[in-house]
């Protein structure tokens, strides 16, 4: 008898141990991916206030409204989901070029039900240079993150009577937080200008700069989460007079994360009155993302309706995690609405300016 109990003892204290890991090994990797690499979406073009607070304003209309969704790892499990939507508007004050917008993020994990939630706002300022055009953007935000542990047992709701786990029993943890929030602040500068025909810009952004402290537990003094850099740049290359060329990339760099992002747009231009299509596009990109190196070839397209565009794109995933995901990866699906009446034709800078 006194072995059984023994035994028994032993066990509760090699699941609670084996939980514990399980948990803290989840939150770990998970706060790799939220944090150390942050949410992220391949169509960076429609998300462009997460990109660069300085690419607030920076639409070819008075203002634009942005929204996409992502989907990943839905075939080894519940999947990541990942919506994001902003909104943003040039204001004129005094012939000087001004832009306010806001951005939501809500970030759902899978196991554990991990949930992020993000509120940003954006602020820019454009200034002409000789015929350069430079924009610096700031955000300040609010983060919410928590998570839930429904269905989840301890080692002290071990039901000796019946040998099985019961969860109304109590679980004796103590110290630790489902929730935790802070603030944010990211900043950014943009530049462009026209070479011929020619139109290259590139940014580049500072993210987490007031470095906020994470955690979860009471008994820890958590972990800071570190300055994110992202550089990005693109060049329109009008081939024909219907078709444009668009190379674009995108690098990110965190201490213990890195990733890279290249290929191109191909826009291709409908000179039809008869059907509301105005556009179409395709775009192939790959990622990069050591330590894993290539982890994505990516293919996708586009339908500009008018001032609407609708987008898709498909992220193959090609890393040595595809014997698990059997090549599947990440869908993601955007919308992005620039509109409005632009009043500042009349003003004496280079057209660029207002696009």
């Not at 952004?205 to 402290?213: A, G, R, T």
Request: hydrophobic content about 40%.
């Amino acid at each position: 008898m006194m072995a059984f109990r023994k035994n028994i003892v032993i066990r509760k204290k090699i699941r609670k141990s084996l939980f514990l890991l399980q948990l803290f090994a989840f939150l770990f990797c998970h706060s790799y991916i939220l944090n150390a690499q942050d949410i992220h979406f391949t169509q960076f073009n429609a998300t462009p206030l997460l990109t660069n607070p300085a690419n607030t304003g920076m639409s070819g209309e008075d203002f634009r409204f942005a929204s996409i969704y992502r989907n990943q790892w839905s075939k080894i499990g519940a999947p990541f989901e990942t919506f994001s939507s902003s909104l943003d508007k040039k204001v004129v004050i005094s012939n000087q070029f001004f832009a306010l917008g806001g951005a939501i993020v809500h970030d759902q994990s899978s196991s554990f039900n991990l949930t992020a939630n993000e509120f940003l706002f954006s602020v820019s300022y454009s200034k002409m240079i000789n015929n350069h055009q430079f924009t610096f953007g700031l955000q300040p935000g609010f983060v919410s993150k928590s998570y839930n542990l429904n269905g989840i047992t301890f080692g002290s709701q071990f039901d000796q009577s019946g040998s099985l786990f019961n969860s109304s029993l109590p679980s004796n943890e103590s110290g630790m937080n489902d929730q935790l929030s802070y603030f944010d602040l990211n900043a950014g500068v943009f530049w462009r200008t026209m070479l011929g025909k020619i139109m290259p810009s590139a940014g580049i952004s500072v993210n987490h700069i007031n470095m906020p402290v994470e955690k979860f537990s009471t008994a820890s003094s958590g972990s800071k989460l570190p300055v994110r850099l992202t550089v990005n740049g693109e060049a329109t290359l009008p081939l024909t007079s219907r078709f444009d060329l668009k190379p674009c990339f995108l690098y990110s760099f965190i201490p213990g994360a890195h990733e890279f992002l290249l290929g191109s747009f191909g826009d291709y231009a409908i000179n039809s009155s008869g059907i509301p299509v105005k556009k179409l596009y395709a775009v192939a990109m790959f990622r990069v993302n050591p330590p894993r190196n290539m982890d994505a070839f990516i293919l996708g397209g586009g339908v500009k309706f008018q001032k609407l565009n609708l987008g898709f794109t498909y992220d193959l995933n090609i890393s040595s995690l595809s014997r698990v995901t059997n090549f599947n990866g990440a869908f993601e699906i955007s919308l992005v609405y620039t509109g409005g009446r632009d009043n500042r034709k009349n003003i004496s800078q280079p057209c660029y300016i207002l696009n």
